[in-house]
């Protein structure tokens, strides 16, 4: 059988000023007298109440309630150590309750005589628990005096830290409580220190920075200090620390610790790692940070060249037959919309009239594909590569041309100030795309007619071939991803912008 754990706690509110009424009365302490627990429901039921004062204290009739368990066995015996309930809701029979922050409670009554039955509902607590209910003035809990020590609430003598104070001290000078206890037997009220966890970020490519972040719970979570070590350098900041680019060379490991108001400090348990991706070399699959010294990905594998024309003038147009008889289109923009980056102007998307993608059982089957379906809000019409290469001549106005890969390069230097065009994820580049270049999520579709990406993701045609099977684009993702010289498959559907 359960056996509940019986605790009545007087708290004598001594640092309320003034303690004497007009009559020179002594108001009395708050007083907690437990009642029932219900188990199953996790409830524990219990008297509030103090005596009248002969002054009007409007603070008398405002009390701060917490709640602390201890986990028991079968003999009513504590099996680990008293902890901080966690109140989901509370109610009162007389007087209102507010301010709950899961740590507790205020309970409001009339001003003079008050007498309450509190109920109060908990989570995290285990099937079978002892229970001790506080209430005090605010605030709740120790608090650090003038001289850097703390003011303790509650029944002296007190055992601070497993030394006994001196009787009727209320004081104490120590830099970090760790335990209060009073001879009531309930625990402090004052946690030992926070605990602090963290999340490993994404993997990033070298030179790329990026943000650490700390949640804390428990303790005194305000005034909080945060001490980060990265790969043995460290830094104290805000729970979030902004690791500088320049650092990030090469994959580190990572801890943190936090340091409250009280001076007491976690653990240092949270360690972490920032993975730093490498570009990849001659022969290899093209790594998330593309090709390692110039290298190009050329239909995801790291090479010196891409074959097909390989200087970036797109003359080589290979594996896209001839048009079927009686192919044509229109297509266009609007000139006025325009964007001058460096020494190159780019024109608004092109929008066409005729289309045909729809879905195809094979590749081959429709080299020249228009797909219309997607939303002009969202750059346009989409384009295989045989359209843009084959027609690189007259898919643009008079007076402007099909990007090559070049321009793409010469484009990402002069919106990003690089001296290459590597494969990346910059926040501030992408911005760039969008603000500076008026670059929007066209998405792209499959050569089956898949269309996806719309809204996160945007691909645009060069006319200079990458290999037999792809062509260049540049492209750049929602989450930061850059990369202006990329290779596609030629019988997807990419967006394209006319440059001059």
């Avoid at 005096?145 to 497993?162: E, S």
């Amino acid at each position: 059988m359960k056996k509940l754990y019986l605790l009545s706690l007087l708290l004598p509110l001594w640092t309320l000023l003034p303690l004497w009424g007009p009559g020179g009365r002594l108001f009395a302490a708050v007083q907690v007298t437990s009642i029932s627990t219900d188990y199953a429901n996790k409830r524990v039921t219990f008297a509030l109440s103090w005596a009248a004062g002969t002054r009007n204290a409007t603070h008398l009739s405002k009390v701060w309630v917490l709640v602390d368990y201890v986990e028991v066995n079968a003999l009513n015996a504590p099996t680990g150590a008293w902890q901080r309930a966690t109140v989901v809701s509370a109610t009162a029979t007389n007087g209102t309750v507010s301010g709950n922050t899961g740590r507790g409670f205020f309970v409001q009554g009339t001003d003079g005589a008050f007498s309450s039955t509190v109920t109060v509902t908990l989570t995290n607590v285990p099937a079978q628990f002892n229970w001790c209910a506080y209430a005090t003035d605010y605030p709740p809990n120790a608090t650090i005096n003038a001289a850097g020590g703390y003011t303790l609430h509650g029944t002296a003598p007190f055992t601070v830290n497993g030394s006994q104070l001196g009787a009727g001290v209320r004081t104490y000078s120590g830099a970090c409580i760790t335990s209060i206890t009073d001879p009531t037997g309930c625990p402090g009220l004052l946690p030992a220190a926070p605990t602090v966890t963290t999340t490993n970020p994404a993997a990033v490519c070298a030179g790329s920075g990026v943000t650490l972040t700390a949640n804390v719970s428990g303790g005194t979570t305000t005034a909080n200090t945060y001490t980060w070590n990265i790969g043995g350098a460290t830094t104290t900041t805000t729970n979030t620390f902004a690791v500088p680019a320049s650092s990030i060379t090469t994959s580190k490991t990572f801890t943190v610790s936090v340091t409250n108001a009280n001076k007491c400090t976690s653990a240092v348990s949270n360690t972490g790692t920032i993975t730093v991706n490498a570009p990849g070399a001659a022969g290899q699959s093209s790594s998330p940070c593309g090709c390692a010294g110039g290298l190009q990905n050329c239909n995801g594998t790291c090479q010196a060249t891409c074959g097909g024309s390989g200087s970036g003038n797109g003359t080589a147009v290979t594996n896209c037959s001839n048009p079927p008889s009686g192919f044509s289109f229109t297509s266009g923009f609007t000139s006025s919309s325009t964007w001058v980056v460096g020494s190159q102007t780019w024109s608004a998307p092109v929008t066409a009239t005729y289309c045909n993608k729809a879905t195809y059982s094979s590749p081959t089957s429709a080299p020249y594909a228009v797909d219309c379906r997607t939303n002009p809000g969202y750059d346009g019409h989409l384009f295989s590569w045989c359209m843009v290469a084959k027609f690189a001549t007259t898919i643009c106005p008079s007076g402007w041309r099909v990007p090559t890969s070049t321009d793409f390069c010469n484009l990402d230097k002069a919106l990003n100030s690089r001296s290459d065009c590597s494969y990346r994820t910059d926040a501030n580049a992408l911005n760039r795309y969008i603000s500076t270049w008026g670059g929007q999520y066209g998405g792209v579709s499959s050569y089956t007619g898949t269309l996806s990406s719309q809204g996160s993701g945007a691909y645009y045609w060069a006319q200079t071939e990458c290999n037999a099977t792809g062509g260049y684009n540049l492209y750049f993702l929602s989450n930061g991803t850059v990369y202006p010289q990329n290779g596609l498959g030629k019988y997807n559907g990419a967006t394209l912008r006319c440059v001059k």
